[in-house]
């Protein structure tokens, strides 16, 4: 609560009209940060300047947005050169379980404009990386890195510098991996086609990963020791990740494209000679961003640095962000990605899809999987109101080869695999309340449970509600929380231990956009 009250305290939301350098119809709207005047992006529109009605959606972080760094990022400028319109929602300081509500947001902007999403570009994961610094993680992370210096010093063999289990870089990218699989999801219900995502920035090259890793060396350790160690560490964070990114898409209708985003950072720098920089230079890092702030930074639209001081580094923003010059570099490299996807679209996810049913067809799942032979408890009492939405997901099941392998009989119907119940009527006003959500056996562990969640958060946001609720039996409140949803309170139904769990459909401090 206290949180909450703090953050509308100090931030505000504001519309900003259109400088003369931006194409005619753009518009944008951003948060303001009362004490700093710093301002973050809540939602920028560029118009296709061939008038094309698809567009592009960026989603993300500090990289992508061009409110908090001041100038126009590689996301927008990839959606310019590729003719699409592009609304971007990505805001500073955001975090991977952010990036939902950020297309939700855009979204709700694009189906006023008229316009069809195609590309999703997603940059993401930098802030979980750096709030994994301040959580229990740190330790990982330290045995990490003496586990790298060894295999660097040869007291370990090289296959044993894997990613393990119990590994900084395994946690980090499970983490995300987890809510990038909820954003494919969404992104696949919403109609998008295509789908770039960034690598973690998260390199050798990034003065603020060298100067914190120097720090955790006590001053120790070499530059090249700081060099090999982040390289190491980049590479496993992005093979994890790499590999969870897979198995979405091989489920989803989606066609999944990889930007090697922090091996094109060590490039860009090394042929400035910037690829090196640590802890001494941080105070000039520091004057740099400072003087892009006292010259006026240059505009959020343009691809060009405004006429001001020289900047004594060429490649760096700040100890953590890329220059513009660098952003349009990103950009270049980041469109001769969109290639081959690092997997084709699966026909059975595609034969996968949520749909209203009856009320009647949740019964038999309902007792199957939450109350087996205690009919009673599977049917409520507003199950018949037109207050209560109820979804269900249908899936094609494999079909049986023969002996020999080869399929001889046709596809089998699809058959409803989960089923989830909406209740629009709940006791709190803005508040939909999802009760009875149950999963076919066969079915779980295989993310049908979590788009059904994606699916009535989707509803919920439409029938204009602020926030989702569910009470859930206590050993399911770890799924919920990896959703999002935080514990309200701890309650006890049909004896049975309960959390309510409550899930924000809109951030604090987010602006709804007015339009023209």
């Not at 919403?190 to 998260?202: I, M, N, T, Y």
């Not at 309902?366 to 009673?376: A, D, S």
């Not at 935080?486 to 809109?506: G, N």
């Amino acid at each position: 609560m206290v949180l909450p009250m703090l953050r509308r305290l100090v931030v505000s939301s504001v519309a900003v009209s259109a400088p003369p350098d931006a194409p005619p119809g753009a518009q944008a709207e951003v948060t303001v940060h009362r004490l700093t005047r710093h301002r973050f992006n809540a939602l920028t529109y560029h118009p296709s300047s061939s008038r094309r009605a698809e567009a592009a959606v960026v989603v993300g972080d500090s990289w992508a947005d061009p409110w908090d760094m001041g100038f126009g990022c590689w996301p927008t400028f990839l959606s310019q050169d590729l003719a699409y319109a592009c609304v971007n929602a990505a805001r500073g300081g955001s975090r991977s379980d952010d990036t939902l509500r950020q297309l939700s947001r855009a979204h709700s902007f694009l189906q006023r404009r008229g316009h069809t999403p195609r590309l999703l570009i997603v940059h993401t994961g930098g802030n979980d990386v750096l709030r994994g610094l301040l959580s229990p993680w740190l330790v990982l992370l330290c045995l990490d890195v003496l586990r790298l210096l060894a295999t660097r010093g040869g007291l370990l063999a090289p296959q044993h510098g894997g990613a393990r289990e119990w590994s900084f870089t395994t946690r980090v990218a499970r983490a995300i991996g987890r809510q990038l699989h909820l954003l494919l999801e969404e992104a696949a219900e919403q109609g998008h086609s295509a789908v770039l995502v960034s690598s973690v920035p998260v390199c050798s090259a990034i003065p603020l990963a060298r100067i914190v890793l120097g720090l955790l060396g006590a001053g120790l350790l070499s530059s090249a020791a700081i060099t090999s160690v982040l390289a190491s560490l980049g590479d496993e964070l992005e093979r994890e990740l790499d590999t969870r990114l897979r198995h979405s898409a091989a489920e989803l209708p989606l066609r999944l494209f990889r930007f090697g985003e922090h091996r094109h950072m060590v490039q860009l720098t090394a042929d400035a000679r910037e690829e090196e920089l640590g802890i001494a230079w941080l105070p000039t890092l520091l004057a740099s961003r400072w003087r892009a702030g006292t010259d006026g930074g240059t505009s959020p639209w343009g691809r060009e640095r405004a006429a001001g001081r020289p900047r004594p580094v060429r490649c760096w923003h700040d100890s953590f962000h890329p220059s513009v010059e660098v952003h349009v570099q990103l950009a270049q490299r980041a469109r001769s990605c969109l290639v081959a996807p690092i997997r084709p679209p699966s026909a059975d996810a595609a034969a996968r899809r949520v749909a209203r049913i009856a009320a009647d067809e949740t019964v038999r799942l309902r007792e199957e999987v939450l109350w087996p032979g205690r009919p009673e408890m599977c049917v409520l009492l507003e199950d018949t109101s037109p207050q209560m939405i109820h979804l269900g997901l249908l899936a094609h099941p494999k079909p049986k080869p023969s002996d020999g392998g080869a399929t001889v009989e046709p596809p089998p119907a699809p058959e409803l695999v989960g089923v989830v119940s909406l209740w629009l009527g709940g006791a709190k006003e803005g508040e939909a309340q999802f009760r009875k959500l149950a999963v076919a056996k066969a079915w779980q562990g295989r993310g049908i449970g979590s788009r059904l969640v994606e699916a009535c958060a989707a509803e919920a946001r439409t029938a204009g509600m602020s926030a989702l609720v569910c009470d859930a039996r206590e050993t399911q409140a770890g799924f919920y929380a990896r959703l999002g949803f935080a514990e309200r309170e701890r309650i006890s139904k049909y004896d049975l231990p309960y959390v309510r769990m409550h899930l924000p459909l809109f951030p604090e401090g987010s602006l709804v956009w007015r339009g023209d």
